[in-house]
């Protein structure tokens, strides 16, 4: 439930702005603002935008920062951290704070609307002109250059004053004496709420709600009830993305220790292909499926099926293809298995943390990057990138690559390599300032520019480099391609032991 208007005056009275220094800006989330401000001593005051949850009160609990910066709270830190809080008050019974503020002569309005639904923090200059806002939203005019306009005030006849007065005095007479009833209240609390006698009594257990002031208990109470803000809710909520994503891991888990055990059986496979050639006579005589032959190993008779349409050598050909595929990757099974099982303890070290967290706000922030979609959070840069000492190498290993790494990922002064005869990624060397490229990072290059190219069974390749800025999309070709200009050459001839240290180097894969 969110602050009414009265609720928001008390918080404010209490709250005590005026001439307060703002010192830091911190904004946890999508929808949640905190100040940082100084007066007599320091305060944290704590602003939420969620549906079902418009508030502003004091906190104590430490507010995280995101683990990116985001647009608005820069925007605040740039013009008003280190600025004198004027006024602070609520507009008439709006629910619309007006913060007033100076920084450096400049004046500047923070209007905090919270209205469930379309709650918003504005910042304007003093003629109301918008800076920035929390929430853009063009449809109110609630843009960067629009004009904010305040509610207009309700003109209410001096019959209609009297008879509303007297209506609120007979509803807080019945309703201070319904709950007080049920829950104990005292007049002007918060707990003049519609919540049960049970949620009462656990949230405030063990307490003396007397010593509380109205922001220490919009505190607690919103930081075990909020819908967004419970730490039960949330932690509810870690529960369930938990298990979802173990249960993601063990399913992936178990399907590669399968694929696994069938690769263990990769010498049967070639055995078998040795069967079919030693009784290549009994193959092409009928059209049977199978091969019934005696094992010279065992002396067992054995199963083998096989094509009637092919001969001894071609069906042999199959099994040693499987035999093949499976010892080249083994090797490759074996690091996707270590590589969830690493991930699976991760999850787990993650919810243990979360579970003994304390404060809600961190809980939820684990929980947004949970719900963020898997190629936005994991896959954020295409390729394969490597850091060797202060130089950052990127490769693409496609067309798709190469051409998303040359669009969004490199500029002008990087340097890019390619092989001259062979089809393969494309390896950038990402300019330093003042730096010129030694030439122990320019092999390192070169042989990934080998690496991952068809020149890679050939080890030795001529390849050509020059900067980004020198190249020119190729119109109407494939994807990706590109006509260099400015190149220099240089022939690179694969060195294994270099790519297995520039592995270890390796970012992002």
């Known amino acids: 439930m ?22 830091n800006i911190v904004q946890p989330g999508y929808d949640s603002l905190a100040l940082h401000v100084y007066k007599t001593a320091a305060k944290t005051v704590y602003i939420c935008l969620a549906a079902g949850e418009c508030r502003i009160h004091e906190t104590r609990r430490p507010i995280p920062k995101n683990k990116t910066p985001l647009r608005f709270m820069e925007f605040l830190k740039s013009r008003i951290k280190g600025a004198k809080i004027q006024s602070c008050r609520q507009i008439g019974s709006e629910r619309i704070i007006e913060i007033k503020l100076m920084q450096a002569q ?13 709650a918003n923090i504005i910042v304007t200059d003093e003629n109301l002109h918008i800076l920035d806002v929390f929430y853009r939203r063009p449809k109110r005019n609630e843009v960067s250059g629009g004009t904010f306009i305040l509610p207009e005030k309700k003109s209410i006849s001096a019959e209609n004053k009297a008879h509303i007065k007297k209506a609120d005095t007979e509803a807080d007479g019945n309703s201070e004496k319904k709950n007080f009833e049920k829950n104990g209240f005292e007049k002007n609390d918060f707990r003049k709420r519609d919540f049960t006698a049970e949620e009462y009594a656990e949230c405030f257990k063990d307490i003396d709600i007397a010593s509380l002031s109205f922001n220490e208990q919009l505190d607690l109470w919103y930081g075990e009830y909020g819908n967004t803000s419970s730490r039960t ?3 509810a909520q870690a529960e369930k993305a938990y298990n979802q994503k173990v249960g993601r891991i063990q399913n992936a888990l178990l399907k590669l220790e399968e694929k696994r055990a069938a690769f263990l ?7 078998q292909g040795d069967l079919i050639l030693a009784n290549a006579h009994s193959i092409g005589t009928s059209s049977a499926k199978i091969l019934v032959c005696t094992d010279y190993g065992t002396g067992q008779s054995v199963s083998i099926q096989i094509d009637p349409k092919k001969n001894a050598a071609e069906n042999a050909a199959v099994y040693y293809e499987r035999y093949k595929k499976a010892r080249s990757g083994l090797s490759d099974l074996e690091k996707d298995i270590a590589d969830l099982k690493e991930e699976l303890e991760s999850v787990r070290g993650a919810y ?11 809980i939820r922030q684990f929980l947004q990057r949970q719900s963020a979609p898997q190629k936005v959070r994991e896959k954020k840069q295409p390729g394969v990138s490597f850091s060797i000492g202060e130089w950052h190498i990127l490769v693409g290993r496609n067309a798709s690559e190469n051409d998303e790494l040359l669009r969004h990922h490199v500029k002008g002064l990087d340097w890019w390599l390619h092989t001259r005869d062979y089809a393969g990624g494309y390896v950038f060397i990402k300019n330093r300032r003042g730096k010129t490229v030694p ?12 690496f991952y190219s068809k020149a890679r ?6 390849l050509y480099y020059t900067q980004v800025k020198h190249l020119r999309r190729a119109k109407n070709a494939p994807k990706g391609t590109v006509l260099p200009t ?24």
């Not at 069974?457 to 001529?462: E, F, I, R, S, V």
């Open 486 to 509: 400015h190149e220099k050459n240089i022939t690179v001839t694969l060195d294994n032991e270099r790519i297995r240290k520039m592995e270890k180097m390796k970012t992002h894969d």
């Open 439 to 450: 030439l122990e990072i320019l092999i390192d290059a070169g042989n990934l520019a080998v």
């Open 457 to 462: 069974n050939a080890k030795t390749a001529d």
């Open 106 to 118: 400049t004046p500047y309005i923070l209007f905090i609307r919270l209205w469930s639904g379309a």
């Open 265 to 271: 059986n990769a010498d049967l496979w070639k055995h």
């Open 233 to 235: 809710l949330l932690l």
């Open 352 to 362: 243990k943390s979360v579970c003994a967290e304390e404060n809600p706000i961190r």
């Open 2 to 23: 969110s602050l009414n208007y009265k609720e928001i005056d008390a918080v404010l009275a209490e709250l005590d702005l005026e001439n307060s220094f703002v010192q």
